[in-house]
């Protein structure tokens, strides 16, 4: 009874830190919402990759866990200045392209071989990633879309979350705008209500509607004070004026 106990509060404190840095990546995406692939979701995913493990004990799952820690590092991997040579001992790319394109193969591989375990799920999500920073909408919609029809809430959100992105890269705005308000009236641990917010409000402003953008940021600034969000909807009311 006593290791049952500990093993149960052991895995809700690792739930409580994959809760802080799964809050920790939605701040991230509303500073830097033109980027679909963060630092801070890396997090998050390697995170839930070991909870994933942790709770089933699939030996697939803790395989595909490892590989997938490998390819997330990848995209870790630093980009060199222009015109310098790579260093032997320290591993780095001389384009983004580049970097997305090797980790891109990784995932690939991880999921063509762990598609069942819960890691196979996580590499289909930064599929869908890395397709689109390598331009392949097409791909990143169809990744994404499959992530997204999971029975996983909080990975499913990201999925919605990068798919509404890559609509607006897209133009198609209004489904991209469907999808925010999604995520608004549900949102999710790695998803926040006021991220949804923040990113509807900039859809519907690139769509030239500053009324409907300005109700949302005025939104934001009354049920988030004295917040960053709020500081960041300030701004953008000035913008707007």
Do not use: C
């Not at 590989?67 to 983004?96: H, K, N, V, W």
């Not at 198609?172 to 409000?201: C, F, G, H, M």
């Not at 509607?209 to 960041?232: D, M, T």
């Amino acid at each position: 009874m006593r290791a049952e106990t500990r093993r149960s509060l052991k895995q809700d404190q690792f739930s409580r830190v994959t809760l802080d840095a799964a809050e920790n990546a939605v701040h991230w995406t509303v500073e830097h919402q033109s980027k679909l692939i963060v630092a801070a979701i890396v997090v998050v995913v390697v995170l839930a990759a070991v909870l994933g493990g942790w709770y089933y004990l699939g030996q697939q799952d803790q395989k595909a866990s490892v590989e997938l820690s490998q390819a997330i590092r990848t995209l870790e991997t630093p980009l060199r200045p222009e015109g310098m040579p790579a260093q032997p001992d320290s591993p780095s790319f001389a384009s983004a392209k580049e970097r997305a394109t090797a980790a891109h193969q990784q995932f690939q591989a991880i999921f063509d071989k762990y598609s069942h375990t819960h890691s196979g799920d996580i590499a289909r999500y930064f599929l869908g990633l890395t397709s689109a920073d390598l331009g392949d909408n097409a791909a990143a919609e169809r990744e994404l879309r499959a992530v997204a029809s999971l029975h996983n809430d909080d990975l499913s959100a990201l999925a919605r979350f990068a798919l509404a992105s890559v609509y607006r890269n897209t133009n198609r705005n209004r489904e991209a705008v469907d999808l925010y308000k999604k995520l608004i009236d549900k949102p999710a641990t790695t998803v926040s209500k006021v991220s949804a917010q923040l990113e509807l409000a900039a859809t519907y402003q690139a769509d030239q509607q500053p009324l409907e953008a300005k109700r949302i940021y005025e939104q934001v600034q009354k049920e988030n004070p004295n917040s960053e969000a709020a500081q960041l909807a300030a701004s953008k009311l000035q913008e707007i004026k």
